[in-house]
C-alpha cells in the first residue's frame, strides 16, 4: 500500500508514511449484566444535558427509514466523496516524489502543512453555512462553484507543476512555491469538503445519517486511489515498460500535467451535471434548516466550543493520534529512502483496496448505532501497539484499526452534529480530527533529522551534523553512516507518549466524580455505618490503585442489620461494579453490583429493600425531575414493596409475646427496677 494512501485515519487528506485512541484499557474484566432494562439512560445533571454527548432517541425499527429509499443519494455523496479524493491523492503523491529527489526531511515537513487547510477550515465554515443563495441551494450555492475553481486551478497546474518539481532543465525542486501552490489547491478542497458534509445532514434521513461516513470513507479511499496510487503507477517509466508496454520508453504513460488536465476536465463537466440534475432536499428539517446570520453562526460556534463535553472530545482527539505520529509520516519515506522505488510502495496498496472499501461497510453497520465511538476506543489500543510492531505487521492489519477509528469518529460527529449549522457542527468536530493527526505528522517529520547522529566513516575529525559537514565528509572520501536513526527514537517515544497521556487520562477519569451512569470496577475494602469504602481499580498500576472513595449505596437508608448483612456477605477485596450517580461531600452516591456466577449479578441497593434492611429515601445527586430518577426510584420501591409484602426485616410483624414484652418494658416501674439492679450490681 502506498505510505500515503494509508494516512487516511479521520483526517480527510493522506500523508506520505501515514499508517495510521482508548483511554479504558480498564476494563480486565468483563462487566456484570446491566442492572438497568435498556442500559445507560440519558444524562442528567447541568453538565450532562449539554446536546453532544446525550445519546439520540432511538425509533422503533419499523420506523426507520430504509437505506434502499435513499440510495440515490448515498451514491450521490458517494460520487462527490470520490471527487474529494482526487485532489488529496494528488497532494499525497508530492511528498513520494520529493523523496525520491532527496529532499530533507525539514522540507517534507514544510509540505506537510499543505494538507492543513482541513484542520483550519473552521475558520470559514459559519460563512458557508450562512451565506448562500435560497433558490439555487444551500450547499451548491458553494459546491458547485468551489468544484468549478478545483477543476480551473488543476487545469492551470497542469501547465506550472513540472518547473515547479524541478523536471525542466534539471532544476531543483520549488518545495515552497509547491507547498504555496498544493495548500491553495487543497483549501478549496477542504472548502468543497465543508459544502458536501452540511449537504449529508439534509440529504439522508436523520436515522439513516450515519452512512453519510461510510460514503465518505468509501468515496475518498477511492478517489485517492485514483489520484494517488494509480497516478503513480501509470507515471512511473519502470511499472509502465514491465507491465504495460511491448517497447519501453523514457516516460510513463502520463505525466502529472496529463493527468492534472484530465481531471480538470472531469471536475468541470461533472459539476455542471449536478449543478442542474440534483436539486437540494428543503423538506427534511424545514423548521431548522433557516438562514443564520455569520455573526449568529460564529457566537453559537464559540457556545459549541465553550461546552465542556466538547472541549473533552477536543482534548481527546488532538493528543490520540501522538503515539501514531511516527509511524504514520515517515515510515513510507524511511522506504524510499532506503531504495524502495515510490511506485511499488503505491502499488502495495492494491490488494488493499478490497480492505478499505469492505471494512467501513461492514463498521457502519456498528457505527450508524447509539454508541459509535465505541468501535474508536477498541481500535486504538491495537492500533498503538502496531505502531511499535510495524515492521511485521506493516501493511495489512494496522488497516483495520485504522478505519475502525476513522469510520467511528466520523458516523459519531455526524450522529451529534445539528443540521441547523450543520457544516459548522460537524465541520468543528471533523477539524478537531484532522488537527489532531496534522500536528503530530508535522512535527514528527521535522525532528527525523535532529534526532539522527551520524557519523563520517573512513575520515577522522570530521562530523556530519550539519549538511554542510556531510557534503564535506563526501568530498574528502568518506561516507555518512547513521548510528542513531532519529525514526526509531520518535517510534517509540511517541507511544511512550502516548501511553502516559492514556493513564493520565485514566486517573483524571477516576478523580472525577461529575461521571454520571458510567460502571467502574473496584474492590471492597471495608463495611461502614453508610455503606461500603472501595478502592477504584481501572487498571494494575499502584498509582490509581490508591484512589479510594467512601461509597454510599444511593437511595438506600441502611440499617445496623443491614450492616451486619454487609459484613456477613461481602469479602475484604471483592471485585465489586459501582455506578456514579452523585456526590456528597467526599462519599459517593452510587449503585453497586456484585457478580454472582458466570452470567448473572445482584444489584445491592435493591438487595437490602428487599430484604427489608434499609428504607428507600432521597437519591442524591439526580435532579429530582429527570427521567432517570424516577426511573431508579420507582425499581427502589418495587423492591421495597416486595419485603413489605412478605413482612421481612424492618417491616416484619412483631408476635403477641414480643409486644406484650416492649409493652411492659416500657412501664416507668420496670424501668426503675432495671435501673436499681444495675447499681445494686455496680455496688456488690
Given amino acids: 500500500m502506498s505510505p500515503a494512501i494509508s494516512s487516511k ?33 440519558d444524562a442528567v445533571g447541568k453538565d450532562d444535558r449539554e446536546a453532544l454527548l446525550q445519546e439520540p432517541h432511538i425509533q422503533p425499527v419499523e420506523a426507520l427509514q430504509n437505506y434502499r429509499a435513499e440510495f440515490g443519494n448515498i451514491l450521490l455523496l458517494l460520487f462527490l466523496y470520490v471527487l474529494q479524493g482526487i485532489p488529496l491523492g494528488l497532494a499525497g503523491s508530492i511528498p513520494l516524489i520529493l523523496q525520491s529527489k532527496n529532499v530533507s526531511y525539514k522540507d517534507q515537513a514544510f509540505f506537510s502543512f499543505v494538507f492543513w487547510p482541513f484542520s483550519l477550515k473552521l475558520l470559514w465554515a459559519p460563512l458557508v453555512d450562512a451565506v448562500y443563495f435560497r433558490n439555487f441551494g444551500r450547499r451548491k450555492s458553494w459546491l458547485v462553484p468551489t468544484q468549478y475553481i478545483i477543476g480551473l486551478f488543476m487545469m492551470y497546474l497542469s501547465v506550472r507543476v513540472d518547473s515547479l518539481l524541478g523536471e525542466v532543465d534539471g532544476q531543483s525542486p520549488d518545495v515552497v512555491a509547491l507547498t504555496v501552490t ?88 461533472t459539476t455542471t451535471l449536478v449543478a442542474l440534475l440534483k436539486k437540494e432536499n ?15 453562526t460564529y457566537k453559537l460556534l464559540f457556545s459549541i466550543i465553550k461546552m465542556p463535553a466538547v472541549l473533552t472530545f477536543c482534548a481527546l482527539i488532538l493528543t490520540a493520534k501522538v503515539g501514531f505520529s511516527a509511524a504514520d509520516a515517515v515510515t513510507g519515506l524511511k522506504l524510499i529512502e532506503e ?160 501511553t502516559g497521556l492514556a493513564i493520565a487520562g485514566v486517573i483524571v477519569l477516576a478523580k472525577s466524580i461529575k461521571l454520571k451512569n458510567v460502571k467502574l470496577r473496584g474492590q471492597l475494602r471495608q463495611i461502614t455505618e453508610q455503606g461500603l469504602e472501595i478502592e477504584h481499580v481501572p487498571i494494575t498500576l499502584p498509582i490509581i490503585s490508591s484512589l479510594q472513595k467512601r461509597c454510599k449505596l444511593a437511595g438506600v437508608e441502611l440499617t445496623s442489620d443491614g450492616v451486619i448483612w454487609l459484613k456477613e456477605e461481602m469479602k475484604p477485596s471483592q471485585m465489586i461494579w459501582f455506578q456514579l450517580l452523585g456526590r456528597k461531600e467526599s462519599a459517593l452516591d452510587c449503585f453497586v453490583i456484585v457478580n454472582k456466577g458466570r452470567f448473572s449479578s445482584i444489584c445491592l441497593n435493591e438487595e437490602i429493600l428487599r430484604r427489608g434492611l434499609g428504607k428507600t429515601v432521597r437519591i442524591e445527586g439526580l435532579a429530582h425531575e429527570s427521567r432517570i430518577y424516577w426511573k431508579l426510584h420507582k425499581r427502589l420501591l418495587q423492591a421495597e414493596m416486595k419485603a413489605v409484602k412478605k413482612r421481612k426485616g424492618i417491616w416484619k410483624e412483631e408476635t403477641f409475646i414480643e409486644k406484650l414484652k416492649e409493652h411492659i418494658s416500657n412501664y416507668k416501674f420496670i424501668q426503675k427496677l432495671k435501673q436499681f439492679a444495675i447499681w445494686l450490681r455496680i455496688r456488690l
Fill in 182 to 269: 498544493f495548500f491553495l489547491f487543497e483549501f478549496l478542497a477542504a472548502t468543497q469538503d465543508i459544502a458536501v458534509d452540511g449537504w449529508a445532514l439534509t440529504m439522508l434521513s436523520r436515522e439513516n445519517v450515519g452512512y453519510a461516513s461510510t460514503c465518505n470513507s468509501v468515496g475518498q479511499t477511492a478517489g485517492y486511489f485514483l489520484g494517488n496510487v494509480l497516478f503513480l503507477a501509470l507515471e512511473s517509466p519502470s511499472f509502465c515498460n514491465k507491465y504495460l508496454r511491448f517497447q519501453p520508453q523514457a516516460k510513463g504513460i502520463v505525466t502529472l500535467s496529463d493527468f492534472l488536465f484530465f481531471w480538470s476536465a472531469v471536475f468541470l463537466i
Fill in 339 to 498: 531504495g524502495v522505488p515510490k511506485e511499488h510502495l503505491a502499488l502495495l496498496a492494491v490488494p488493499m483496496v478490497p480492505l478499505q472499501i469492505i471494512l467501513p461497510l461492514i463498521i457502519s453497520k456498528y457505527t450508524a448505532g447509539p454508541k459509535p465511538l465505541n468501535t474508536f476506543y477498541k481500535a486504538m489500543p491495537f492500533r498503538l501497539l502496531f505502531g511499535l510492531e510495524f515492521a511485521l505487521l506493516f501493511w495489512w492489519t494496522p488497516r483495520v484499526t485504522v478505519y475502525s477509528m476513522y469510520v467511528a469518529i466520523m458516523a459519531f460527529n455526524a450522529k451529534v452534529s445539528d443540521p441547523l449549522i450543520g457544516g459548522t457542527y460537524m465541520t468543528l468536530l471533523n477539524t478537531v480530527s484532522n488537527l489532531g493527526g496534522n500536528w503530530p505528522a508535522t512535527v514528527a517529520l521535522w525532528l527525523v533529522d535532529p534526532l539522527t547522529v551520524k557519523q563520517c566513516v573512513g575520515i577522522q575529525g570530521h562530523s556530519c551534523g550539519t549538511s554542510a559537514a556531510a557534503e564535506l565528509c563526501s568530498k574528502e572520501g568518506g561516507s555518512c553512516a547513521i548510528t542513531l536513526d532519529g525514526y526509531y527514537v520518535e517510534s517509540i517515544t511517541c507511544v511512550n507518549i502516548s
Fill in 282 to 296: 428543503k423538506t427534511v428539517t424545514p423548521s431548522k434548516e433557516e438562514t443564520k446570520g455569520i455573526m449568529d
Fill in 9 to 41: 485515519d479521520n483526517s480527510r487528506h493522506r500523508r506520505p508514511g501515514n499508517y495510521q485512541n482508548a483511554l479504558d484499557g480498564m476494563q480486565s474484566k468483563s462487566a456484570p449484566l446491566d442492572f438497568y432494562e435498556d442500559g445507560p439512560v
